[in-house]
T-cell receptor
Framework: DTGVSQNPRHKITKRGQNVTFRCDPI?????LYWYRQTLGQGPEFLTY????????KSRLLSDRFSAERPKGSFSTLEIQRTEQGDSAMYLC?????????????FGPGTRLLVL | AQSVTQLDSQVPVFEEAPVELRCNYS??????LFWYVQYPNQGLQLLLK??????LVKGINGFEAEFNKSQTSFHLRKPSVHISDTAEYFC?????????????FGQGTRLTINP
């Protein structure tokens, strides 16, 4: 069990650029979640997938954000035309997908800094 | 709307002293409750969870928490802390409503252990 992995771990970009993050869930986990954590705050839910289907999206996920999980395995989160307010830690989590009693396992996160 | 409040943003304690980290939630429907720990530059790790049954839940690293439905609280306790417990602690709830899978987190409590 290698755990949830995220790449890159750190990203510095200029305002207006596009960025893409990748998340690889634990093998055979059907559910995958994205959260955003700003400095001094708890994580906030962005979106979640059951296999390749995106089932829930937060209002925080503006039109500039798009998430995909094309084959039900890894997922990507893209932010277009980044703004300084997008600077945050982006966390990915996965769970087996066998009910509501299960645990979400988190990756180490991707820290984004928009200059 | 559902919310989670962690009443203390920072808690300093001396090594081997007991500690309690407070968490209150608001929800009109049933919830599952979680405590996660985040060490510097790492993702979140599950400490313990309450799903049903006994209101006293034991977790890893000697932590325990008690669910109090009447007070809508889920406080985390440890009878004797160690330097290695220095970390950020997050309380979270999952609302059992219409299949929602997201976790709603509190703002976090930074636990600092002094020698």
């Amino acid at each position: 069990d290698t755990g949830v992995s995220q790449n890159p771990r750190h990203k510095i970009t200029k305002r207006g650029q596009n960025v893409t993050f990748r998340c690889d869930p634990i093998s055979e986990h059907n559910r995958l979640y994205w959260y955003r954590q700003t400095l001094g705050q708890g994580p906030e839910f962005l979106t979640y997938f059951q296999n390749e289907a995106q089932l829930e999206k937060s209002r925080l996920l503006s039109d500039r954000f798009s998430a995909e999980r094309p084959k039900g395995s890894f997922s990507t989160l893209e932010i277009q035309r980044t703004e300084q307010g997008d600077s945050a830690m982006y966390l990915c989590a996965s769970s087996p997908g066998q009910g509501s009693r299960e645990t979400q396992y988190f990756g180490p996160g991707t820290r984004l800094l928009v200059l | 709307a559902q919310s989670v409040t962690q009443l203390d943003s920072q808690v300093p304690v001396f090594e081997e002293a007991p500690v309690e980290l407070r968490c209150n939630y608001s929800s009109s429907v049933s919830v599952y409750l979680f405590w996660y720990v985040q060490y510097p530059n790492q993702g979140l790790q599950l400490l313990l969870k309450y799903l049903s049954g006994s209101t006293l839940v034991k977790g890893i690293n000697g932590f325990e928490a008690e669910f109090n439905k009447s007070q809508t609280s889920f406080h985390l306790r440890k009878p004797s802390v160690h330097i290695s417990d220095t970390a950020e602690y997050f309380c979270a709830v999952r609302i059992l409503n219409q299949g929602a899978q997201k976790l709603v987190f509190g703002q976090g409590t930074r636990l600092t252990i002094n020698p």
